[in-house]
T-cell receptor, first 112, second 110 residues
Framework: EAQVTQNPRYLITVTGKKLTVTCSQNMNHEYMSWYRQDPGLGLRQIYYSMNVEVTDKGDVPEGYKVSRKEKRNFPLILESPSPNQTSLYFC???????????FGPGTRLLVL | KNEVEQSPQNLTAQEGEFITINCSYSVGISALHWLQQHPGGGIVSLFMLSSGKKKHGRLIATINIQEKHSSLHITASHPRDSAVYICAVIFKAAGNKLTFGGGTRVLVKP
């Protein structure tokens, strides 16, 4: 089954404790992206990647890191999480930059 | 400034009614997406447009490049269409970055 998976789905952590949210797709898509969704602010893009070893900033990259060492995986790293990074995070992939996007189920993060 | 605006923010319809959601953007784009977010939170891509019109079942999406405007129509609406509908664009001058509208919350009453 074609899908984008994210782990964990729910996470509660404390300020400053490094964490990684994994994202994996099985569709051989070149494009992968991370978004956050906040009440009143909607969806905003954090980082995206056009292919292996190619990443670019979205609208809200501060406080996040990404890496794309393999085509199927695109982890989101919070080196030192802060409460303002409490949000719902989505990973997505597509065949090309402007192709239909396939979204993961979301990861709900609470930073205390 | 690269902006995407949707209207209305909220919409309530009776089952069977025709629904239109609008999306306007500020400058030239290379692609426009319509997404649906279910009450449970999952997001599904409905359409990707760069010109013209697309239809899938009861959903129709149109785009007018000259007027910088797109519409999503739902014909014969049904309670299961209740969701948030989100417009997102890739501005030509912004690489492959995606910018989202604020979403339209649709409630279809039986």
């Amino acid at each position: 089954e074609a899908q984008v998976t994210q782990n964990p789905r729910y996470l509660i952590t404390v300020t400053g404790k490094k964490l990684t949210v994994t994202c994996s797709q099985n569709m051989n898509h070149e494009y992968m992206s991370w978004y956050r969704q906040d009440p009143g602010l909607g969806l905003r893009q954090i980082y995206y990647s056009m292919n292996v070893e190619v990443t670019d900033k979205g609208d809200v990259p501060e406080g996040y890191k990404v890496s794309r060492k393999e085509k199927r995986n695109f982890p989101l790293i919070l080196e030192s999480p802060s409460p303002n990074q409490t949000s719902l995070y989505f990973c997505a992939s597509s065949l090309g930059g402007s192709g239909p996007q396939y979204f993961g189920p979301g990861t709900r993060l609470l930073v205390l | 400034k690269n902006e995407v605006e949707q209207s209305p923010q909220n919409l309530t319809a009776q089952e069977g009614e025709f629904i239109t959601i609008n999306c306007s953007y500020s400058v030239g784009i290379s692609a426009l997406h319509w997404l649906q977010q279910h009450p449970g939170g999952g997001i599904v891509s409905l359409f990707m447009l760069s010109s013209g019109k697309k239809k899938h079942g009861r959903l129709i999406a149109t785009i007018n490049i000259q007027e910088k405007h797109s519409s999503l129509h739902i014909t014969a609406s049904h309670p299961r269409d209740s969701a948030v509908y989100i417009c997102a664009v890739i501005f030509k001058a912004a690489g492959n970055k995606l910018t989202f509208g604020g979403g339209t919350r649709v409630l279809v009453k039986p």
